[in-house]
């Protein structure tokens, strides 16, 4: 798989529904079509099975075919930020996610984040990393 193809892939975010569609706690509300400075993504991620948490996501930077980064704009995270890395290798491209990200005190922050929040994110980009092999064929490590 090529550093471009993988990029392809992540420019559209209807994807991210096709790889998290095995995450029943997930579910893709709307997007903009593109990641793209200013569009958005919103996304539904259900808690412990009972309580729907909705996020807003605003895609803030984009260097095809080597990155881009959405921030939070509407959820439970007091600062969240996720860039998206894509570094060619020899065994084809390497995906790097690299998340900045903190609960607010009332949630109990950093604690929380790193102690209750941190294993469940971990557990998704798992799961995100196989189902992107699974569409091309390959392994993905999460680091």
Do not use: C
Request: hydrophobic share 40%; net charge negative.
């Amino acid at each position: 798989m090529t550093l471009a193809a993988v990029f392809e892939f992540h420019e559209n975010p209807a994807n991210l529904a096709l790889l998290l569609k095995g995450r029943e706690s997930f579910r893709l509300l709307r997007h903009d079509g593109s990641i793209v400075p200013g569009s958005m993504t919103w996304v539904q991620e259900t808690i412990g099975g009972m309580i729907p948490v909705t996020m807003g996501f605003r895609h803030s930077m984009i260097e095809p075919p080597h990155r881009f980064r959405e921030e939070m704009v509407h959820g439970p995270f007091r600062y969240f930020e996720h860039t998206h890395e894509f570094v060619a290798s020899t065994a084809g491209t390497e995906v790097i996610d690299t998340l900045e990200l903190s609960l607010p005190w009332y949630y109990g922050g950093d604690h929380a984040t790193g102690r209750l929040v941190g294993p469940v994110i971990r557990e998704m980009f798992e799961e995100r990393h196989a189902a992107l092999g699974q569409v091309f064929g390959v392994h993905f490590n999460v680091g």
